[in-house]
């Protein structure tokens, strides 16, 4: 089992920026693939950006271009850097970890998460 511990949300107005972070423990964290998930109350939770341990990234048509996805294998951390935020990108962001090689999008496939840290984007 792996823990992760998220940080960085928090309000900011639209067009802003935010750089969450995502700290590791409990199994080697450079071989496997992670991922970024988002969810608002009352609605299902939505897949927002993945990268390899390669650091190969996919992300979501909603977040492409705005949103990069990156790690730092030293530091046992993955980052979502969000800029351009929009008010519809308001949700609890969620760090996941996956022992697929490979980024996936399918939430099935992720095996332990974080608590989450709240992103607020005002109009």
């Known amino acids: 089992q792996v823990q992760l511990v998220e940080s960085g949300g928090g309000l900011v107005q639209a067009g802003g920026s935010l750089r969450l972070s995502c700290a590791a423990s409990?199994?080697?964290?450079?071989?496997?693939?992670m991922g970024w998930f988002r969810q608002t109350p009352g609605k299902e939770r939505e897949f927002v950006a993945a990268?390899?341990?390669?650091?190969?990234?996919t992300y979501a048509d909603s977040v492409k271009g705005r949103f990069t996805i990156s790690r730092d294998n030293a530091k046992n951390t993955v980052y979502l850097q969000m800029n351009s935020l929009k008010p519809e990108d308001t949700a609890i962001y969620y760090c996941?970890?996956?022992?697929?090689?490979?980024?996936?999008?399918?939430?099935?496939?992720?095996?332990?998460w974080g608590q989450g840290t709240q992103v607020t984007v005002s109009s």
């Open positions: 996941a970890s996956t022992y697929d090689i490979r980024p996936t999008r399918t939430i099935s496939r992720y095996n332990d």
């Open positions: 409990g199994r080697t964290f450079s071989n496997y693939a």
């Open positions: 990268i390899s341990g390669g650091a190969t990234s």
